[in-house]
T-cell receptor
Framework: DTEVTQTPKHLVMGMTNKKSLKCEQH?????MYWYKQKAKKPPELMFV???????INESVPSRFSPECPNSSLLNLHLHALQPEDSALYLC??????????????FGPGTRLTVT | QKEVEQDPGPLSVPEGAIVSLNCTYS??????FMWYRQYSRKGPELLMY????GNKEDGRFTAQVDKSSKYISLFIRDSQPSDSATYLC???????????FGTGTSLTVIP
């Protein structure tokens, strides 16, 4: 099973709302990622968790708050977003860097629209 | 200079053609090389993965890595309309948890 699941598929939120995106994988991967992707652009890295600890934060605004409750689950909490934050939010996972088979698997994404 | 360069296309070919997609990179320390296919409004799907140099074949797809030239390729044989998508290359170092993406090449296979 090489599946990464994400919920919800679509989300529309106002600028004053608080919402969360959820990502799950059951491949035993120990690294999990959040990316933001705008139309016709490659995925842009936001956060990396390695062994449930935040290891990379690519200078993302504090209105995005990641959380890794356990090795299979990754959340992205959203608060006071701006319309320019509308994008496809992708979750991915990979085996830890010390393993061969280091390829990264993506979920289907959450399409977020901020009104 | 970007870490990974990829011609964005668009590339349009007739059904049955052989397609060649390429990426160049600047960091000779890259060791892992991946190709993803992304349909419109969907997440990227891993197609091929190669560690270090060499070729890898999977059905109609062949991935090649030439580390001396810092050049990777994906070949699609007998292309089908269902291959119409954006193809992204990605690569990473031996250490660290960061992947570097090309900008993607948009491919259309015309029936």
């Amino acid at each position: 099973d090489t599946e990464v699941t994400q919920t919800p598929k679509h989300l529309v939120m106002g600028m004053t709302n608080k919402k969360s995106l959820k990502c799950e994988q059951h491949m035993g991967h120990r690294a999990m990622y959040w990316y933001k992707q705008k139309a016709k652009k490659p995925p842009e890295l936001m956060f990396v968790y390695s062994y449930e600890k935040l290891s990379i934060n690519e200078s993302v605004p504090s209105r995005f708050s990641p959380e890794c409750p356990n090795s299979s689950l990754l959340n992205l909490h959203l608060h006071a977003l701006q319309p320019e934050d509308s994008a496809l939010y992708l979750c991915a996972s990979s085996q830890d860097r010390w393993y061969r088979g280091y390829e990264q698997y993506f979920g289907p994404g959450t399409r977020l629209t901020v009104t | 200079q970007k870490e990974v360069e990829q011609d964005p296309g668009p590339l349009s070919v007739p059904e049955g053609a052989i397609v060649s997609l390429n990426c160049t990179y600047s960091n000779s320390a890259f060791q892992y090389f991946m190709w993803y296919r992304q349909y419109s409004r969907k997440g990227p799907e891993l197609l091929m993965y190669t560690y270090s140099s060499g070729n890898k074949e999977d059905g109609r797809f062949t991935a090649q890595v030439d580390k001396s030239s810092k050049y990777i390729s994906l070949f699609i044989r007998d292309s089908q309309p269902s291959d119409s998508a954006t193809y992204l290359c990605a690569m990473s170092l031996l250490t660290g948890n960061q992947f570097y993406f090309g900008t993607g090449t948009s491919l259309t296979v015309i029936p």
